[in-house]
């Protein structure tokens, strides 16, 4: 696959479960890396070990993707330590929990746009523009299947899922050809947020999928490289559904 050394990836969410993995793989494969997400202490120490086993650069940003102003912050930190960005993973997501929709208030509303649409929209938006004008780039955005099959429990965070594929397809438009923007629609993973899940939910996502079981964190890496890397030098605009075949 593509020889990532030298590049710079800067993965939000970076510091734990999917982004994790992503951080790991990048530097491993030579990638000097961003980490970003709210807990700064958590990005240090994922930074210190990639630094330790891999010895590339690595940059920890405390961020909350949600507020524009940290989002510009991040910005400005990835290109005054490396000068470049070459790939963005929107990865941060979250879907809290509520009793009802109509116990749904502002604030959690808020909460779940900002850092699943409002946060992937001004990095994509920033650092687009400077890839457009440099020497292009990849940006992956970590979308959800329950961007098309909402249910009553994630109805915001379905929404702003949804609003990410729309705006991927926007996005490859406006910084075509020289950056590639594209989505993976990621089912159920057992990253550490599985550990909250009940037996009975675990077991409600595993009866859905076609492959009869919930994804391992490695099991997206495959698919980031691809979108990250020349291999998908012909794709943009894309969503892949990365699900084991929810129904």
Known sequence: ??????????????????????????AERGAHVVIASRKVANCEALADEVRAQTGVRALA?????????????????????????????????MSPLYPSLDQVDEALYDKVMGVNLKGPFRLSAAIGTRMAAGDGGAIINISSIAAIHADPSTVPYSAAKAGLNAMTGGMAQAFGPKVRVNAIQCGPFLTDISDAWTPEVRARFEAATALGRCGEPEEVLGAVLYFAGTESSYCTGAILRLDGGMA
Request: hydrophobic share 40%; aromatic share 8%; glycine share 14%.
């Open 61 to 93: 940003v405390g961020c909350n993707v949600s507020d524009w102003a940290d989002c510009d912050r991040l910005v400005d930190a990835a290109y005054g330590e490396f000068g470049r960005v070459d790939v963005l993973i929107n990865n941060a997501g």
């Open 1 to 26: 696959m593509t020889s990532f050394e030298d590049r710079v990836v800067v993965v939000t969410g970076g510091s734990r479960g999917l982004g994790q993995q992503m951080i790991r793989t990048f």
